[in-house]
């Protein structure tokens, strides 16, 4: 083989391989960034600008640390050829935007459950169904299940007021949110027995029968996102389902949070999983919950790693 068809053989696996640089879908969250120097980063993209500095405008990189979380900025041109592709791409598709946290959590402040004003609230709940006011009164408990935040989990302080719920619609003679609790029972019973499938069939039929009661959504919405069989995997589902709670709930339920955080990872969303599961860790702290199983969640999304139940 001559020296010219060598030449000509080399730049051409040269170009194939920079096209697969340049044209790969790349997953957005923490990666292993380069410098011309052979020095490597482990962070996540933040921005890409033209700035000015003494007298010169250079092109600079903003970058999101992985070990602590601090931003900082490197130029363009000190990173390594194809870094510095991935990181026009990213500003070119405006990839951060569409994963910046106002489209993932809100900008209010963080919650903290009130028992007193919860105890208030289904007071007055109990009030209102002595006078007859039933629906009224299921206004107020569903209020105070707000209020309550993550402790109106059934398993928890909610027990009380989610009965109280029930027989207020059964005065009504709407015994459908019986019917559900019954069915979030069953469900939580198959999931512990590794029946899967079954849970998820029951949870289905507990959303159906009471709609507006958000932990038979949760519970869902959290199988689907960290079964261990995959065949009951729905990664997306659960981020729409997640969502909702949350958003209904105003983001008050570190556990609905911790749901969603749980979903993103599922569906591959790892820069949204960790804001959740931050913000989730967050709120644990000043309620005092544990936060052990989050912490081991932030390990999963760290490594782009979704989290499966044990």
């Given at each position: ?188 019973e198959a999931a ?49 389902i997640a969502r ?51 912490n081991t969640m ?13």
């Amino acid at each position: 083989m001559s020296n010219a068809i060598k030449v000509a053989v080399v730049a051409a696996v040269f170009a194939a391989a920079h096209c697969l640089i340049t044209n790969a879908v790349f997953a957005y969250g923490p990666r292993t960034w380069q410098n011309d120097e052979g020095k490597k980063l482990v962070a996540t993209f933040v921005d890409l600008k033209v700035v000015e500095k003494n007298g010169e405008k250079i092109e600079v990189v903003y970058l999101k640390r992985k070990s602590d979380q601090k931003q900082f900025e490197v130029p363009l041109k000190t990173l390594s050829k194809p870094d510095q592709d991935i990181a026009r791409r990213y500003a070119k598709e405006n990839v951060p935007k569409k994963h910046e946290a106002k489209n993932v959590l809100p900008a209010d402040d963080l919650w903290v459950s009130d028992l007193q004003k919860a105890n208030q609230l289904a007071f007055v709940a109990g009030q209102l169904a002595k006078n007859g006011q039933y629906k009224k009164a299921i206004q107020s408990v569903d209020q105070a299940m707000l209020v309550l935040g993550t402790e109106s989990d059934p398993a928890k302080t909610g027990s009380d007021y989610i009965f109280d719920r029930v027989d207020y619609f059964a005065a009504l003679g709407n015994h459908k949110p019986a019917q559900a609790i019954n069915a979030y029972e069953s469900a939580w019973e198959a999931a512990n027995r590794g029946q899967y499938k079954l849970a998820k069939a029951a949870y289905h039929k507990a959303v159906k029968l009471d709609p507006h009661w958000l932990w038979s959504q949760n519970n869902l919405a959290w199988l689907l996102a960290t079964c261990p069989d995959p065949s009951v995997r729905d990664g997306k589902e659960a981020v729409r389902i997640a969502r909702k709670c949350c958003k209904l709930s105003k983001w008050h339920n570190s556990c609905f949070i911790n749901t969603l955080a749980a979903a993103y990872a599922e569906a591959g969303h790892f820069e949204q999983a960790v804001l959740c599961a931050e913000r989730c860790l967050l709120l644990e702290k000043r309620e005092n919950h544990d936060s052990q199983q989050t912490n081991t969640m932030l390990k999963h999304f760290y490594s782009n790693q979704a989290y499966r139940q044990q």
